[in-house]
């Protein structure tokens, strides 16, 4: 199993997984048995036991319902971050995310707004919660240079 459009796996024992395009004979939802590795997986499950049922996934998509997937999957869905509103706790609205940089560890937003483009890395210390449509954030000192009244430049 590899991940999508640059997901991180999602997948762990007992997941229920829909078979898309479904098998022709057999179950359409399949429950994650084992998973092993990282980033491309070995996945079993409980529905196959032969090596000819497990063949016949090949090429599938599997997918999970929305409820199974993790509190801050919202981070991790790139394309639905771009245009929204960033707000660090102390400073304020910073603007909104313009683009997201794919990396090996984290990823990292461009964000534009009224203290210029800011880029903040996605990782827990500093991405605090997802309030509807805005992400609050807390950005350490000299990663936005706070905008001097009557400095036009952005």
Not at 72 to 86: E, N, T, W
Not at 120 to 144: F, N, Q
Request: proline fraction near 8%; aromatic fraction near 4%.
């Amino acid at each position: 199993m590899e991940p999508t459009a640059g997901l991180p796996p999602l997948m762990r024992c007992g997941l229920e997984v829909c078979v898309v395009p479904p098998l022709l004979k057999g179950p359409r939802w399949l429950t994650v048995a084992s998973v092993s590795g990282d980033a491309a997986q070995l996945v079993s499950f409980e529905e196959t036991s032969e090596r000819e049922e497990a063949e016949e996934l090949a090429g599938r998509f599997l997918l999970v319902r929305k409820s199974d997937l993790p509190e801050d999957f919202a981070l991790m869905d790139a394309p639905s971050l771009i245009g929204r509103k960033v707000r660090d706790e102390e400073l304020g609205p910073l603007g909104c995310i313009e683009e997201v940089m794919r990396g090996p560890v984290q990823d990292v937003w461009t964000v534009r707004g009224p203290h210029g483009e800011v880029l903040i890395p996605a990782v827990d210390e500093i991405v605090l919660s997802v309030d509807g449509d805005e992400i609050v954030v807390r950005v350490s000192d000299g990663m936005v240079e706070a905008k001097r009244e009557g400095d036009d430049a952005i």
